[in-house]
């Protein structure tokens, strides 16, 4: 993958916490189960991390 390709699959997955922690947001507030978007983020923590790995890693 490209340094590029890997930046935007980084910037998608941020886009994409934001919307899903304000999801359980709201359902936290409303007394819902957020057990499963919060390893939803979990996933997706670990996801952004091995990008930013793999961005520092490429020789520009």
């Known amino acids: 993958m490209s340094r590029k390709e890997i930046q935007e699959q980084i910037d ?3 886009m994409d ?3 899903i922690q304000g999801d359980l ?3 936290e507030a409303v007394g819902g ?3 499963p978007l919060e390893k939803t983020l979990e996933r997706m923590e670990s996801e952004l991390s091995k990008l930013r ?3 520092a890693n490429i020789e520009e």
Request: aromatic share 6%; glycine share 0%.
């Open 33 to 35: 189960r957020v057990s």
């Open 12 to 14: 998608q997955l941020k």
């Open 17 to 19: 916490y934001i919307r």
């Open 25 to 27: 947001d709201k359902l």
């Open 53 to 55: 790995d793999q961005l």
